[in-house]
């Protein structure tokens, strides 16, 4: 970008040596470390993808109509996200409050959702030490899952700023800030549900373990 | 095709898709639309451009609900049988799209500072590659020759 | 704040004294924090240096029976940890810390508080790791820590657990002092210092802290995994549940590749900044110096399989890695020219700092010509795990980054606390150093090449290895007597001072333009910068021409010939902490003692993985608590 459109910019030029804010730059920089993170997990999932020696294996368990509704879920906690950044900037505090609250919710229900799933599967015989599916899918579904977390009690401390009167059009990048974070933790998601879910779900023993199947 | 390209990477107002950063920055006269009439460039700027923001409610519902009506074809698709060996490389690509979709509008990305993008892109790009070595080491690293 | 303020109830006064130790434990200043950093690490080198004493007593003859196989399996995995990661990693912490602020004319880091904590979660960290030879059950699987022999099956006890949690601990410290720094350089220049007016040593801050940002979260997921894998029976590593222990080998060296990079490039970037000023000389080819660190950054991470080449990868795998380690000698084979080049026709000054960035060039070389040697799989393949590998890397990380921390030492000593270190004992340090150091590790080549295993405890009187460990051992006592001199040297400095003026060396950067130590607030009057070098042209503006002979050059601050990489970071204004109302206004941050609580409950949630769940749920409240704290407290209070 050049100078010119920089200054032309709406958001306020920071007394910095690039102009950018710190904080946010900062958030960035974490977001790149936190890609890395959990790029490991992801590719670890995938290296151990199909190599669990005993049940139960992925096609027994993921309960995709589940997962769908929880994704989706998390993906318009995202949209109310941005409305409520939307707000804020605009000046609008109870719009703001409002839509902060629903990214409170909607992460909530995420967190429920993620809760029953792991219950079911212990239920159904599937903890994080029964085969190699259930110790990546564990800790990589919860790592992402304390993230959500996290992000749930940023977003209720950033409602109540809000609805206090905190969080005004001239701080709204506190705001903006947590919003990186969430959004990241969508994206997380995505991915996630993509290779974990979908892609996965009809895998079944791998070849030469378990009972064989004869098809006539 | 290079144009195209612009277009979809740089944010300098020109093109139907691409929201200008202020009031300043509108078209004048107020661009047309690709399907012809005066119409749908009133509809798209009523829907889309914030009064003073570069992108309006409208816009983030727009791109919200693409998002959801991808999810949703994600989920048809996997009812579906017979996709065979395209199964996984059209939902890597829907994921693709979602995932950019919420970094470039949600995140902001698209109108933001390039160097943001550089920070997280640079990780992308280093993570993608290493993790995709890793991935073939191991799938068909003990092989004896690969080629 | 005109509605109603939200400020946490705070249990203890803000503290305010600027002595004592509440002032230590409140400090949020970058050179107190960088002093925290030194002393600390230096305690470690100590405790490291011991335990290699102690490795090279027990290897000083055959059969030797001085300690016993279980404690020397202790000895070594804890030397190389400590060296890596309480030493090495920090000691280049402490100069990032005190000295990016002065070399890029700002007040403070970005971040102080943030950069308080680093520290404290640093020390309670290596005091966590630390901790296990109180209770005698040490980490014993090797500083790389291989499964399936750090799995809870072969190695039972807490020792690897201890190792994991430290680590992780570790690299959370690491993570936010990256995370800082990289902020601190893009966003806190002096007005007019473009990112190629910065000093070298700034750059291969700035390239370090992205390499630790991005390896750091992968020791984090190697070291979850293991953990989990030991405390709560998963499989990540355990081939019985279909996990496969060759994974732990791939993830530590994806993260222990870059690391190697980010232990030498800080070393790098300040004998980059000796050798111009001791040669009088501008650093010949800066812009090839950043660039062959940024590519050198970018390239560690593709060769990480060359730590695997006998696991077995396959043909294509090993070749393509070969490759790609062979490649990565180009850029750091640039820089040694480059050195050389700044050496060429300069006026020479051979004082302390000097003697040691010069031997850093030799032995990294060695070092380096060593590695090379590693690239090729067949070759590699007669050397893994023999004693050339420990003469190659103790090339690498003594005679590299130890040399180049020990000049930098010596170099900005007088700057840190206003006095010099003595030149007699300094080069009397050098001299031992560098016998000891050649003659403990030189020999270990040819021990190598002759079949004499790594981490064995003891060898047979008939392999012929007798000679050169002893000549080792020998060795390694004169590099420990060369550090005692150090330690001597700094006691009898202080008690003799000989004071160093502002600028004692007739230095080229930002940090020698203020007073020797310099203020809490580091500049009376933020810099402007129309140089590089400036410093050196504003006491010398005679050779402005000589460097500056284009007029184009002179008239654009920026730098014409790089306006491309300028325009990906705008300089839009100057800015550094408290700067933006004027000059007169000096504005530094409040102290604060939430980094400590919030330290003090992260390392809570170490010991707790290592004792019981009640320990967690403390760690977790002292957490929140510094977490709540820290967000609703101030920067600044009112007045």
Redesign the interface.
């Known amino acids: ?3 010119a ?6 958001e306020p ?8 804010n ?1 904080r ?3 958030m ?10 959990f ?6 999932y ?3 993808r199909g ?3 005993v049940g139960p294996y992925p096609s027994e368990i993921l309960d ?2 589940i997962t ?1 509704v929880s ?2 879920v998390l ?2 906690s ?2 109310a ?3 409520g950044l ?1 707000y804020v ?2 000046g609008e505090k109870n719009k703001a409050t409002l839509w902060i609250l629903v990214v409170v919710v909607l992460g909530a229900i995420f967190m429920g959702f993620q809760f029953y799933e792991f219950r079911t599967f212990a239920h159904e015989g599937l903890t ?2 029964t ?6 899918f ?2 990589l579904t919860g ?1 992402h899952g304390a993230h959500v977390t996290i992000g749930v009690i940023w977003m209720a ?1 950033m409602a109540y ?1 809000s609805h ?3 969080l005004r059009q001239d701080n709204a990048l506190d705001l ?1 800030i947590a ?2 974070y969430w ?2 933790v ?2 997380v998601w ?2 996630i ?3 974990i879910y ?2 996965s ?1 009809s895998d079944g023993p791998p070849l030469g373990v378990g009972p064989t199947i004869i098809h006539g | 095709m290079a144009n195209l390209w612009h277009k979809l990477t740089q944010h300098d107002g020109n093109g139907w898709w691409n929201l200008p950063h202020g009031p300043s920055n509108e078209l004048n006269p107020p661009f047309e639309g690709p399907i012809g009439g005066a119409w749908f460039g009133n509809l798209w700027r009523t829907l889309t451009h914030g009064n003073v923001s570069h992108a309006g409610v409208g816009f983030y519902w727009l791109v919200g609900f693409v998002l959801a009506v991808i999810t949703l074809l994600e989920v048809w698709l996997f009812t579906l049988e017979g996709l065979g060996g395209w199964f996984i490389p059209i939902l890597l690509f829907l994921s693709v799209v979602k995932f950019v979709g919420v970094v470039a509008y949600f995140m902001h990305l698209r109108f933001d500072n390039r160097m943001f993008t550089f920070f997280f892109a640079s990780a992308m790009i280093i993570g993608i590659l290493i993790f995709s070595i890793l991935l073939v080491i191991m799938k068909y690293g003990n092989q004896p020759v690969l080629f | 704040m005109t509605t109603k303020s939200l400020r946490m109830p705070q249990l203890f006064p803000r503290p305010k004294s600027s002595t004592g130790i509440w002032s230590w434990i409140g400090t949020v200043d970058h050179k107190r924090i960088g002093t925290l950093y030194g002393i600390t690490s230096f305690i470690w080198f100590i405790v490291g240096g011991l335990e290699a004493l102690m490795i090279r007593g027990q290897l000083a003859s055959a059969e030797n029976d001085l300690i016993g196989p279980e404690t020397y399996n202790q000895l070594f995995t804890m030397h190389g940890t400590t060296m890596v990661f309480l030493v090495i990693m920090p000691l280049s912490a402490a100069f990032f810390n005190w000295l990016i602020p002065l070399q890029i004319g700002a007040r403070d880091v970005a971040f102080p508080r943030l950069n308080a904590l680093s520290f404290w979660v640093f020390l309670f960290g290596s005091l966590l790791i630390n901790f296990s030879w109180i209770t005698g059950n040490a980490p014993n699987g090797g500083w790389f820590g291989y499964a399936p022999l750090s799995g809870a099956t072969f190695n039972p006890g807490l020792g690897m657990t201890y190792w994991v949690v430290g680590l992780n601990v570790l690299g959370l410290a690491s993570i936010a002092a990256g995370l800082n720094f990289i902020v601190t350089i893009l966003n806190m220049r002096a007005p007019g210092m473009s990112m190629f007016k910065i000093p070298i040593f700034t750059w291969m801050t700035l390239i370090t802290s992205v390499l630790i940002v991005l390896a750091m979260p992968v020791l984090a997921v190697a070291g979850i995994q293991l953990m989990t894998d030991r405390v709560y029976g998963t499989h990540f590593f355990n081939s019985l549940g279909g996990g496969d222990p060759v994974m732990w080998q791939h993830i530590f060296w994806l993260f222990g590749h870059p690391e190697v990079y980010i232990l030498i490039l800080p070393a790098m970037g300040i004998v980059s900044e000796v050798l111009p000023t001791f040669a009088r000389k501008p650093l010949f080819g800066y812009p090839f110096v950043v660039f062959a660190g940024a590519a050198i950054a970018f390239m560690g991470w593709f060769v990480w399989s060359h730590h695997m080449f006998t696991v077995g990868l396959g043909p294509a795998a090993n070749t393509a890695f070969s490759i790609s380690t062979m490649l990565i000698a180009v850029p750091t084979g640039v820089k040694i020219f480059n050195w050389l080049g700044t050496l060429w026709g300069g006026n020479i000054r051979l004082n302390t700092p000097m003697l040691f960035s010069i031997s850093f060039i030799a032995m990294f070389t060695i070092g380096g010509l060593s590695g090379v040697i590693h690239a090729s799989p067949p070759t590699d393949a007669q050397q893994q795990d023999t004693y050339f590998v420990v003469a190659h890397f103790h090339y690498v990380l003594v005679g590299g980054a130890l040399l180049g921390i020990f000049s930098g030492i010596y170099y900005w000593w007088p700057k840190f606390t206003g006095y010099f270190l003595n030149e007699k004992l300094g080069i009397a340090n050098w001299a031992l150093m560098m016998i000891g150091f050649n003659l403990q590790f030189a020999p270990m080549h040819w021990l190598g090449m002759d079949g004499m295993p790594r981490r064995i405890y003891t060898y047979g009187e008939n392999m012929g290895w007798e000679t050169s460990n002893m000549a080792a051992s020998i060795g390694g006592a004169i590099l420990g007597l060369g550090i005692l001199v150090f330690i001597i040297n700094v006691f009898y400095s202080k008690m003799n001072k000989v004071m160093a003026g502002n600028d004692p060396w007739d230095g080229r950067t930002l940090e020698w333009s203020t007073s020797s130590p310099p203020p809490v607030h580091d500049f009376d009057e933020i810099p402007q910068v129309k140089y590089r070098d400036d410093f050196w042209f504003q006491k010398y503006p005679e050779t402005i021409a000589e460097y500056h002979h284009d007029e184009h050059d002179q008239a654009v601050p920026s730098g014409a010939q790089l306006d491309e990489v300028e325009e990906a970071l705008p300089v839009v204004s100057g800015g550094s902490y408290g700067h933006g109302d004027g000059h007169s206004a000096i504005h530094l941050p409040d102290m604060s003692y939430y980094p400590f609580i919030l330290a003090l409950g992260i390392a809570g949630l170490g010991a707790g993985f290592l004792s019981n769940n009640v320990v967690i749920a403390v760690g977790a409240v002292i957490l929140v608590w510094g977490l709540i704290g820290w967000a609703m407290e101030p920067v600044n209070d009112p007045k």
């Open positions: 970008m050049t100078q459109a920089a200054t032309e910019h709406h030029v920071e007394n910095t040596s690039t102009g950018l710190s946010k730059l900062m960035w920089a974490f977001l790149a470390s936190d890609v890395m993170f790029g490991v997990f992801i590719a670890t995938l290296v151990y190599k669990s020696l995709i109509p769908s994704t989706f993906l318009m995202s949209l996200m941005v409305l939307h900037k605009a994080p030490r085969n190699i599916f259930g110790t990546t564990f800790i790592i401390f700023s206090f009167g905190q903006e919003g990186l959004h990241f969508d994206i995505i991915v549900f993509t290779v979908l892609i779900a």
